[in-house]
């Protein structure tokens, strides 16, 4: 439940016809050090809104999955279009799981992208859909998320001895 189908450096630097041959349809997206740094109030970064328009224009959907409130995520994400599940309750995979069912997709059809394993690696899995880990935005992180961050070490070395094919990658198939 806690290993990743693929690690990936940052989730932007794959471009959206990688996602499109694999029939990707909808990315569901952690925000915080996964999209936009944890604790940068400024605005929006123009890599991540060209890759969201690019995204769209291969009729790929990003969905902010997070476990922040509405106002929270929209703000960090204002005037980038996307659809926002909030107080997602991660590593529950309810909300997932919901957005699945209200949207008529399929697991196949979906992927959840983000940098810790106790929430969003695991909220996935638990969904039933592909994961991709991504190294954080920032070095540093809230109180809240430094905890998440002890317990996934020991998880990320065994990862890694269990798994030797799964390394940091540039694209999602190499």
Same mark, same amino acid.
């Given at each position: 439940?806690?290993?990743?189908?693929?690690?990936?450096n !940052?989730?932007?630097?794959i471009?959206? &016809?990688?996602?499109?041959a =694999?029939g +990707?349809?909808?990315?569901l997206s952690d925000?915080? #050090?996964?999209l936009?740094?944890?604790n940068?109030?400024q605005?929006?970064? !123009?890599?991540l809104?060209?890759w969201a &328009?690019?995204?769209q224009q =291969?009729? +790929?959907?990003?969905v902010?999955?997070?476990?922040? #409130?509405?106002?929270r995520?929209?703000?960090?994400?204002?005037g980038?279009k996307?659809?926002v599940?909030?107080?997602?309750?991660?590593?529950?995979?309810f909300?997932i799981?919901?957005y699945?069912?209200?949207?008529?997709l399929?697991a196949q059809?979906?992927?959840?992208?983000g940098?810790q394993?106790?929430?969003d690696v695991l909220?996935?899995?638990?969904?039933?859909v592909?994961?991709?880990?991504?190294?954080?935005?920032?070095?540093?992180?809230s109180?809240?998320?430094?905890?998440?961050?002890?317990?996934?070490?020991?998880?990320?070395?065994?990862?890694?001895?269990?798994y030797?094919?799964?390394?940091?990658?540039?694209?999602?198939?190499?």
């Open positions: 439940m806690l290993k990743p189908a693929l690690m990936i !940052q989730i932007m630097q471009e959206p &016809q990688e996602f499109a =694999q +990707i349809k909808v990315i925000l915080d #050090n996964t936009v740094p944890w940068k109030k605005r929006l970064d !123009q890599n809104i060209d &328009q690019k995204l =291969q009729g +790929i959907a990003l902010i999955v997070s476990n922040n #409130n509405e106002q995520v929209l703000l960090a994400l204002q980038l996307v659809q599940v909030a107080r997602a309750l991660k590593p529950l995979p909300s799981k919901k699945l069912r209200q949207h008529d399929t059809e979906v992927v959840m992208v940098d394993l106790l929430t909220a996935g899995n638990m969904a039933g592909r994961t991709i880990l991504v190294k954080p935005l920032v070095a540093t992180d109180k809240k998320t430094r905890i998440n961050r002890f317990f996934e070490r020991p998880l990320m070395y065994l990862n890694h001895l269990l030797p094919q799964l390394k940091w990658r540039k694209h999602l198939y190499e």
